[in-house]
């Protein structure tokens, strides 16, 4: 394996999330190990990121300046714990949402690390407050939540525990500018972090206006795809409302009562029931039979897209 002069970054848990960022960090030229309690999960991953980036090297979408070999010869198994974070700047921790076995394996990180690598989570949905209580490192500790696929989604969540350093936010926000992430801070915990407090307030309308019987599930999602989700790509909603008049101001002189008007006439949390779910279900399966073939297939045309998008948003952005 190569050594590498931008620093090492340990990966444990290597399943779908270790693998994206495994190919992340090599992209930015760090060497990676990967960690796993299952030795034959790090087998796997090693195997699938050597597919994945040869065809990423193929389609000309390959992250980063080095080949597909440089990136794969700075990525290595590890099967020791202790072994794996030695010397390493940065420990990103992707095992299962599960607070218990986080905390199990943040504790025995602690008890082993120095006082200079960052202790980061993956985690969706769990509170730093929770996950990194009582540590001796408190303050090098951070969620970094990415979104899945990372490779193609860009966007990182930094959520620092109310103890974390402002130096260890500093560093791992410029780590994932340099892997060519996107990071934000969320100043303050909140359950869902941002992104999902914001995904599960469009669930939670969708799925009332299809529950009331107001519009068919497929037509929903045409509202996103075909409306929405065009500019969202480009300009978020805060900046869409800023353009839609002169400025935010008069946005809000225009059309605040009536967005209060609306907003009025939602309903309450929906129960999420069977036969809902069903309904949906139903019409999500005429596009997509819910099957393992047919659901990977639409995942890989999705993943596509995103990686064309990405394309498209590098051309047009100004870095
Ligand atoms: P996964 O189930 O694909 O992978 C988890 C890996 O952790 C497995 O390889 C498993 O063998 C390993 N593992 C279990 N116990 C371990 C231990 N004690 N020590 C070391 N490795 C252990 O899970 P996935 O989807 O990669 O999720 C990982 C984390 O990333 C979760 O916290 C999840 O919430 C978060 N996340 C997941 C996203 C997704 O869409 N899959 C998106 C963003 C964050």
């Excluded at 270790?18 to 030795?39: H, P, T």
């Excluded at 714990?81 to 990180?109: R, Y």
């Excluded at 009536?258 to 006439?265: A, C, D, I, S």
């Excluded at 309904?279 to 393992?292: A, R, S, T, Y």
């Amino acid at each position: 394996m190569a050594s590498s002069a931008a620093g090492c970054v340990v990966i444990v848990g290597s399943g779908v999330i270790g693998r994206s960022w495994a190919m992340l960090f090599a992209g930015g030229g760090f060497q990676v190990k990967l960690y796993d309690i299952e030795q034959q999960q790090i087998r796997n991953a090693l195997e699938n990121i050597r597919k994945e980036m040869k065809l990423l090297e193929q389609a000309g979408a390959l992250k980063g300046s080095l080949s597909a070999e440089e990136q794969l010869s700075l990525i290595s198994g590890c099967p020791n714990i202790q072994e794996a974070v030695e010397g390493a700047m940065h420990i990103q921790e992707c095992v299962p949402e599960d607070l218990e076995l986080k905390k199990k394996i943040f504790a025995q990180l602690d008890s082993i690390v120095d006082d200079r690598v960052i202790l980061s989570s993956s985690t969706s949905c769990l509170m730093p407050s929770k996950l990194f209580a009582g540590l001796v490192h408190v303050k090098q500790c951070i969620v970094a939540h990415p979104v899945n696929p990372p490779y193609y989604i860009p966007l990182v969540e930094l959520v620092p525990h109310p103890e974390t350093a402002p130096t260890t936010v500093d560093r791992t926000h410029a780590l994932m500018k340099k892997i060519g992430q996107c990071p934000m801070r969320v100043q303050k915990e909140v359950a869902g972090f941002v992104l999902n407090r914001l995904q599960y307030a469009v669930i939670s309308e969708a799925w009332r206006l299809v529950e009331e019987g107001i519009v068919s599930p497929s037509d929903l999602d045409l509202v996103m795809t075909e409306g929405l989700g065009m500019r969202y790509a480009f300009i978020g909603p805060l900046e869409t409302m800023h353009l839609n008049a002169e400025g935010m101001l008069s946005y809000c002189d225009r059309y605040s009562e009536g967005m209060k008007h609306v907003l009025k006439t939602f309903g309450p949390i929906p129960e999420f029931s069977r036969a809902t779910a069903e309904k949906v279900n139903q019409d999500m399966c005429v596009k997509v039979p819910d099957d393992p073939e047919h659901l990977a297939a639409r995942r890989q045309w999705r993943d596509e897209c995103l990686m064309r998008l990405a394309k498209l948003k590098s051309q047009v952005q100004p870095q």
